[in-house]
């Protein structure tokens, strides 16, 4: 009698500990998914450019078994970034935010006539997937009064609409480098269908810019400068899904009568109405992404001829 | 014979299996407990101050076992930090960035008569280990040409003096809310035994400062400002061991003939000396930390009374 009450208690420990064990690991898994999951992921492959967004299963007939889940929408951030003495400190404090978000694709486009040394360099080593283009902004157009990126934006549009296909679920977002972007905001546009939008905080002279959301439609704007504007919203402040960037292919920034502040409604315009933008950040009461500006470096010591033993990259 | 073959077999499988699982979760523990471990295991707990760094193992009587090898040194960054309109933003990319450090501990120290509910909110819900302290700097020194954040780093040095005990290993470092950090600092840092130093990049209207290093101590300053500083460094370009800080308990910022520039100077001549510094990021020819500075923000549109409908924290 006592040696059955052995065998079986020996043979059923075992595994209720295995039961218990892998509902464990399940429960840790899950939990840190979603958010610095695919950081560590990435954290051993330093040069990788594009992963394809998800396999389509042709070929395969898979009558019997349910589809997969699709994986949830990739989010493109398309910086404009130039030379300048703060460049690869504004990338290394945007690949720091970067890093953390799941399922990000970096298009950086440089204003540049080829790519520059320091960027790949930055880039390849920096721990985010990315996309490394360059657009040179035509003379006439540097100078002030004058929108600025739209060359490099169009350039990513323009990748966008060549080397992703219309069954990829991904988010446009167009990411200034001097901004500062919460890990909140990545979420919240993840799930945009058409165009969102959202509260961007120190801009347009005030603390903050938001549209103003009433039974969840935007029917109007907070704002300190031309509330006259069709979308008066600032370019941190809005995201795309991915197939209505593609269903409208001719849609771009446009140079010929531009004027700087009114880019982003030119943009939207041609690809959605006030009416369809969908709200995020609570109704548009969070701030979640600040237009943060950085101080053009003072360089008045820096010597006419070089003194320093070494070249130190900056 | 065959019914004792499968209840032998019955009995082993399970705790093979059990031996397979635990070691393939160890393996996977390991590998990513160096860099982001320690952030997902933040995660889940948002309101949290102080872990003791280690226990010392004292009562036990552990001869037979070899001791633990120690932890590697926590970090301490102190954050002095003042209301402003950009304050929210800079606290978000700079948590941004800690929330990727191994064994870090924010010391953030508010210019203010009591702790504000911003700061104390956005701690607890940023993801880092930390410490939220305030100190008020009087009126009379809220001039310029007068050193800023003197107040607030004394606290957090005596926060450390009164909390941290003389075995702990831990490394101090000013890390004020503007500037930019690569992780890559925190790792050199790390290993600091005394006071080490690197090169700051934006700095003293240079491209950048370094200690210039000759067979493995400093031996001079490459600089644009003030080269006859005993230490012509930034606030950003050191890191102090704990135990030098406990072993001089006296050594403070001072406010008595104090001059803007000169605070890293007074405050390590009473610590140690230009030849005992250890020069970190090989021999001080890389920058890794930027001396960036946040343009303040134009509020020129802020209505002078409340416009919006709700209120809206920035």
């Known amino acids: 009698m006592k040696s059955i009450f052995y065998s079986r208690f ?28 695919s950081y560590l992921a990435r954290l051993g492959d330093t040069q990788r450019r594009e992963r394809p967004a998800h396999a389509a299963p042709a070929g395969a007939n898979r009558t019997a078994l349910p589809p997969p889940p699709p994986p949830p929408p990739l989010i493109y951030a398309v910086t404009p970034t130039y030379s300048r003495a703060v460049q690869k400190a504004e990338l290394t404090r945007l690949a720091n935010t970067f890093r953390q978000v799941p399922r990000f694709h970096w298009v950086v486009v440089e204003d540049a006539g080829a790519r520059t040394e320091l960027v790949a360099r930055f880039l390849a080593r920096c721990g985010v997937p990315y996309t490394h283009l360059h657009a040179l902004t035509p003379r006439r157009f540097k100078r002030s009064g004058m929108p600025r990126a739209t060359e490099q934006r169009n350039a990513a549009l323009g990748w966008l609409r060549t080397h992703r296909a219309t069954r990829e679920p991904g988010v446009l977002f167009f990411a200034d480098d001097d901004n500062t972007y919460s890990l909140e905001l990545f979420e919240e546009m993840r799930s945009t269908r058409g165009v969102s939008v959202w509260p961007v905080g120190l801009v347009g002279g005030r603390r903050y810019e938001r549209p103003i959301v009433e039974n969840g439609k935007v029917v109007g704007w907070y704002t300190g400068w031309r509330a006259d504007r069709p979308f008066a919203i600032d370019m941190a402040g809005f995201a795309v899904n991915l197939q209505v960037i593609l269903a409208n292919p001719r849609a771009l920034f446009k140079r010929r009568g531009a004027k700087p502040g009114m880019q982003e409604s030119d943009f939207l ?7 369809d933008l969908e709200p995020k950040a609570k109704n548009c009461t ?26 130190i990259e900056v």
Chains 1, 2 share one sequence.
Do not use: C, Y
Not at 17 to 37: E, P
Not at 296 to 307: A, C, I, S
């Open 286 to 311: 969070q701030v979640l992404v600040w237009h943060t500006r950085t101080e053009k470096v003072n360089l008045g010591n820096e010597p006419k001829r070089h003194q320093d033993s070494i070249l």
């Open 10 to 37: 020996f043979i059923l420990l075992p595994w209720v500990l295995i039961v218990i064990i892998v509902m464990d690991i399940d429960t840790k898994r899950s939990s840190v998914r979603s958010t610095a999951g």
């Open 269 to 275: 315009k041609q690809i959605t109405k006030v009416e």
